[in-house]
């Protein structure tokens, strides 16, 4: 079907929802600190990731399998296996997904400088600055696919590339943070136009599937519009029922370690037969079953490897109280004596937006006895947000 046939613009919509949770959860510290929390956030879990597709490739003679072969394992580690134009190294190591991280890593790396820059213009300046870095990353992604379909993909995974998609998050982060909202009607006209566009690349996708730079650029519009609705609504009290229960909560809580683990737990399932089916309804039930396993092995590694893992780095690395920075334009918040910013607790607690879940246990945010909660965060996607009366 076209919608499947165009799944990988979800990495996009990830790479601009990024830029807007950095954005909003901006804390006081340094950019060593900023950077130590990033690190103790995604590289523990990342490591085993790239083990356990060792163990699953071996196991299963698939070594050859979306180049996991010994030379591309080192760039793998190091990160920057996006950078190296070749197929069998970007995407190498973790079934051809964690190209991704390669590019999260340079984000990370540039967001202190973009986002401070960012900071001191107007909005027009901001957007301006988007329009600059988004429009000629989006027509060399969609010119490479006219040249040669072997260099729109090694673009395609390119962090310059996709640089573009991260600052415009940022951009729609400082917005927020700065107000902008619209009337009502305005924001009505804006989801219905984001929802009736994403029928263009639904409907190429069919076609040109094999173009996934011309296929992004379509859709990056739709995508950057439905972050800011759905960001600002929740920041603001509003709420996404659907996205407010809890296994949605409890999904984006894992959805880190569900990312980086399903392409083993999926080559697991399907070198044991699952999928190998004779009807639809038998289909059916085993990407089901494909997908719980995935689930299962995500929220227990989340629980034995990411969580514990990510405790510890961050005691490692305590933030010096003499070197702190206030960031500008945040929601209204009170300053402890330990300098740290508290918030009341919002209605329905925590936003977890990058795993597209809505509000959670205001308790596991570390609530204290006057009933607030640490205003925007440590270092995770876990975002906590006060709601507006």
């Keep these: 079907m076209p919608l499947g046939n165009i799944g990988y613009c979800g990495v996009m919509f990830f790479f601009m929802l990024s830029g807007f949770v950095l954005t909003w959860s901006a804390r006081p510290g340094t950019r060593k600190q900023f950077y130590w929390r990033r690190f103790a956030r995604i590289y523990p879990l990342y490591l085993v990731a790239i083990a356990l597709w060792f163990v699953v490739a071996w196991s299963f003679g698939l070594m050859g399998e979306f180049g996991s072969k010994p030379v591309a394992v080192l760039p793998s580690l190091l990160l920057v296996q996006a950078w190296v134009p070749t197929q069998a190294i970007y995407f190498g190591w973790g079934g051809a997904v964690l190209w991704s991280l390669s590019c999260e890593a340079f984000f990370y790396l540039v967001f202190p400088i973009v986002y401070q820059r960012l900071l001191a213009r107007t909005n027009a300046g901001r957007i301006r600055a988007a329009l600059l870095v988004v429009v000629p990353t989006a027509a060399v992604a969609c010119l490479a696919g006219a040249i040669d379909p072997r260099l729109d993909l090694a673009l395609y995974a390119n962090p310059v590339v996709r640089v573009g998609e991260f600052v415009l998050g940022i951009v729609l982060g400082l917005m927020a943070l700065d107000g902008v909202r619209g009337t009502a009607n305005q924001r009505r006209a804006l989801a219905v136009l984001a929802v009736a566009w994403l029928a263009v690349p639904i409907t190429l996708g069919y076609q040109y599937s094999d173009?996934?730079?011309?296929?992004d650029t379509l859709t990056l519009p739709s995508f950057a519009i439905i972050i800011f609705l759905v960001g600002t609504r929740e920041a603001d009290g509003g709420r996404v029922p659907i996205a407010s229960a809890r296994p949605l909560v409890y999904f984006g809580?894992?959805?880190?370690?569900?990312?980086?683990?399903?392409?083993?737990?999926?080559a697991i399932v399907t070198e044991l037969g699952l999928f190998d089916t004779a009807s639809a309804t038998e289909a059916a039930l085993a990407v089901v079953a494909g997908f719980l396993f995935s689930i299962a092995l995500g929220a227990l590694l989340h629980h034995t490897v990411e969580k514990p893992a990510h405790r510890y780095l961050l005691r490692k690395f305590k933030r010096p109280p003499d070197q702190r920075t206030r960031p500008a334009a945040r929601p209204a918040e009170s300053m402890d004596g330990d300098g740290r910013a508290w918030v009341p607790i919002p209605a329905h607690g925590a936003a977890d937006f990058a795993g597209g879940a809505a509000w959670g246990d205001a308790q596991a945010a570390g609530a204290d006895s006057a009933g607030r909660i640490p205003a925007p965060w440590d270092g995770e996607h876990t975002v906590i947000i006060a709601r507006r009366p």
């Design 211 to 215: 173009h996934p730079g011309l296929i």
């Design 253 to 266: 809580v894992v959805s880190y370690a569900f990312y980086l683990i399903h392409p083993g737990a999926l």
